[in-house]
């Protein structure tokens, strides 16, 4: 166990609808990356989270946006969602992003299907 | 563009064979290197990983992985797996200094009692 925690485990949306989801990171971690895993490949960087403020972004439209509160938590934001954005969307937290030492734990995971 | 390739996609071995599983990186510069494992209905845990120093890494569970920088190479080693060790393994790079993870599309290792 990590000690990252996510929720929901599981979530149904409709095309075209929003949805959050949210991530606790482990004790005395300030930093949170999200990543998206399709099913048979490994999982895609979103962006990250260090201190509240956005730290880096992979290739994913805006209408992924995310939020880091001063507790360290996360959540994802999917607007306006695609069949092609089913997937399962995992969390990791680390001790300081973007340090050259820097190691992601990751959360079990929250498995999206958007019908 | 900074990619992560594993050409195992599927691998069967029977308890005591000896494992090695292929992952190559395309970085310029630093590189931070990583593998992960996946076990049926758990999260990622991380097996070991390389900043710099010994290029040979040992992680959990007898797992270890060496660093070949002219190869370009991390493959990860086992020389006795067990049934337990079935799961999905993930290579994972990192431009050093950077925050985002690359992964590979991961194996599937099955091991057969």
């Known amino acids: 166990e990590t000690g990252v925690t996510q929720s929901p485990t599981h979530l149904i949306k409709t095309r075209g609808q929003q949805v959050t989801l949210r991530c606790s990171s482990q004790?005395?971690?300030?930093?949170v990356s999200w990543y998206q895993q399709a099913l048979g490949q490994g999982p895609q960087f979103i962006f990250q989270?260090?201190?509240?403020?956005?730290?880096g972004r992979g290739n994913f439209p805006p209408r992924f946006s995310g939020l880091q509160f001063p507790n360290y938590s996360s959540e994802l934001n999917v607007n306006a969602l695609e069949l092609d954005d089913s997937a399962l969307y995992l969390c990791?937290?680390?001790?300081?992003?973007?340090?050259?030492?820097?190691?992601?734990?990751f959360g079990p995971g929250t498995r999206l299907t958007v019908l | 563009a900074q990619s992560v390739s594993q050409h195992n996609h599927h691998v069967i071995l029977s308890e005591a064979a000896s494992l090695e599983l292929g992952c190559n990186y395309s970085?310029?510069?630093?590189?931070?290197l990583f593998w992960y494992v996946q076990y049926p209905g758990q999260h990622l845990q991380l097996l070991l990983k390389?900043?710099?120093?010994?290029?040979l890494v040992k992680g959990i569970k007898g797992f270890e992985a060496e660093f070949i920088k002219s190869k370009f190479s991390f493959n990860l080693r086992k020389p006795s797996v067990q049934w337990s060790d079935t799961a999905e393994y993930f290579c994972?790079?990192?431009?050093?200094?950077?925050?985002?993870?690359?992964f590979g599309t991961g194996t599937q290792l099955k091991v057969e009692l």
């Open positions: 970085y310029g510069g630093t590189v931070n």
């Open positions: 994972a790079a990192r431009g050093g200094g950077g925050n985002k993870l690359t």
């Open positions: 989270y260090y201190r509240e403020e956005e730290n």
């Open positions: 004790s005395g971690h300030n930093t």
């Open positions: 990791a937290s680390s001790l300081s992003g973007g340090a050259p030492t820097d190691t992601q734990y």
């Open positions: 390389y900043f710099s120093g010994d290029p």
